[in-house]
């Protein structure tokens, strides 16, 4: 009986340490975006993305990735027009001061990318979206890099506008170090 319990605790310690991911901690990043507002290409930006990624790119399951960053460091290089997008009808960036983004399930595509499938919320309005993303690591340092677009009016972010697009690409370029 003795040998039956000790058995059966090594193996749960061996399986523990098997689904455990790697925890990787945030070097530098960029968070963009870009949306046309009357026929015009508008640049934009986030900062101080937070995040707890674990994440082992060898592993199908154990995986998971939570970001959040302050809405109200939105910059697109026109104070007047920051802070017209930090009002209610855009971000309400003080009912609202985290836009979040959280993921457990991860695929592997052909190509080598990763596939995460993340909760989005902005302004208290959740949906999933599929995020394609390169994760390359070397020596203990990696780089993850995506581009997807999502649509504004999902999230309810100026939806009276008829001269914004409703399609905003978003880029993310995270640095990382275990």
Not at 53 to 80: C, H, L, Q, R, V
């Amino acid at each position: 009986m003795k040998k039956l319990i000790i058995t059966t605790l090594l193996t749960l310690m061996f399986m523990a340490g098997l689904t455990q991911s790697q925890l990787w901690k945030i070097t530098n990043s960029s968070v963009t975006f870009k949306i046309k507002n009357a026929g015009i290409s508008v640049d934009g930006s986030f900062s101080g993305l937070e995040a707890t990624i674990n994440f082992d790119p060898t592993k199908g399951f154990g995986n998971k990735i939570e970001a959040s960053i302050d809405s109200k460091t939105i910059n697109t290089s026109i104070t007047a027009r920051d802070n017209h997008l930090k009002k209610e009808e855009y971000f309400n960036v003080d009912k609202f001061p985290k836009i979040t983004m959280v993921a457990s399930t991860f695929s592997k595509e052909a190509d080598g990318k990763f596939k995460g499938f993340f909760t989005l919320t902005i302004k208290g309005t959740s949906n999933t979206v599929p995020v394609i993303f390169s994760f390359t690591e070397t020596d203990g340092k990696a780089k993850l890099k995506t581009s997807f677009k999502i649509n504004r009016l999902n999230y309810k972010v100026g939806d009276t506008s008829w001269v914004m697009s409703d399609d905003v690409t978003v880029n993310m370029d995270v640095d990382v170090v275990k």
